[in-house]
Each structure stands twice: as structure tokens, then as C-alpha cells.
């Protein structure tokens, strides 16, 4: 028996030490690292690693130039009184709530103080006649459809409604929505 062998298996050779897939693993993970600590100390920490345009806005008119500009092209907007337009949203049975149908139609015009008004397009549940013009105003009483009234007051803007002072023919007098009264 020699001195320098040693008779156990697997002893005193390098291959032994680690498994075959060592050899390959810890050299990757080493120049991962490497790569990663390179990256950490030689990095900007301060400025991101992908830049964010940043849009500029230039809200200076151009002084007088020989070419025409974006600025001379531009409407005139003014503002002008229009009629205003009431969108009504119906659903139709059978129809998905997502998608109502719009139906556009104009405000009732021509109303003054002094004309008789018919209550109408409420469905059957009738108007609120409230104490002041608007919602928060209490509810004075409820006027049925094709009910009568005269107009007393008005009108005034409040809660995006137009509203007119009116009196039925009971003497209650009270605020309703335009949208429900059509001129007789």
C-alpha cells in the first residue's frame, strides 16, 4: 500500500468535492453578481433608468410674422344666448340599463308671467311644486298631469333647472320645473 492513496472511494480527487453541475453553476452566478454589483455602484441613482418625455406647452401668441400661424386660423368664440336643450333618457323593456336611448328635445318656449301653463310629461306621478326654486326648497304639494296653473314668477335657474313661479286654481302658489309645464 502507497502512502499517498488513500483507499476510500471518492477521496482526494477535485471532481469529487462538487457535483458535476456546480462547475458550471457557481461560474454564472458569480459573474451575475459581478455584473450586478457593477451596475448598483456605477448606476445614477438620481435619474431614472428610462427618461419620461416631458411635453412643453408654448402659450406665448407669436409676435407679427410673415408666415400665418396656428393662432390667426383660430375661431372667434362668443357668447352668445342659446335655446336650452333637454336630454331625455328612456329605456326601452327588454333593453340593457347601460345603453339608454337619448332623445333630444327643446325647452318649452313662450312662457311669460301672467300665462295659464298645463302640467305635463310627467308620467302619471305628477310635478313637485316646491316653496323656492329648487330641489332643496320643501315640497309645497304635487300637481297632477293636465293640471291648470298661472304663472306668477320666473323665470329663475337653480339645481340646472329653469323654474317658474305658478299658482294652481286653488290659490296654492309654488315653484315646478319648466320641463313640465307646456303653455295653453
Do not use: C, H
Amino acid at each position: 500500500m502507497s502512502l499517498n492513496s488513500d483507499s476510500r472511494p471518492g477521496r482526494g480527487r477535485s471532481e469529487d468535492l462538487w457535483p458535476k453541475w456546480m462547475w458550471v453553476a457557481v461560474p454564472i452566478l458569480l459573474v451575475v453578481v459581478i455584473a450586478g454589483l457593477w451596475w448598483a455602484i456605477f448606476s445614477d441613482p438620481k435619474t431614472p433608468s428610462t427618461p419620461t418625455p416631458t411635453p412643453t406647452v408654448n402659450l406665448v401668441a407669436p409676435q407679427d410674422t410673415a408666415q400665418p400661424t396656428a393662432f390667426s386660423t383660430l375661431p372667434l368664440v362668443t357668447n352668445t344666448p342659446t335655446r336650452p336643450v333637454l336630454i331625455e333618457l328612456t329605456a326601452t323593456p327588454g333593453q340593457d340599463v347601460a345603453t339608454p336611448t337619448a332623445e333630444v328635445t327643446t325647452a318649452p318656449t313662450g312662457l311669460t308671467v301672467g300665462d295659464t301653463a298645463k302640467v305635463t310629461g310627467t308620467g302619471g306621478q305628477g310635478v313637485n311644486m316646491r316653496s323656492g326654486a329648487g330641489t332643496s326648497n320643501a315640497r309645497v304639494k304635487t300637481l297632477p298631469d293636465n293640471a291648470v296653473v298661472e304663472i306668477i314668477g320666473g323665470p329663475t335657474e337653480a339645481n340646472d333647472f329653469t323654474w317658474w313661479q305658478v299658482r294652481d286654481s286653488a290659490g296654492v302658489s309654488g315653484w315646478v320645473v319648466s320641463k313640465y309645464l307646456a303653455k295653453q
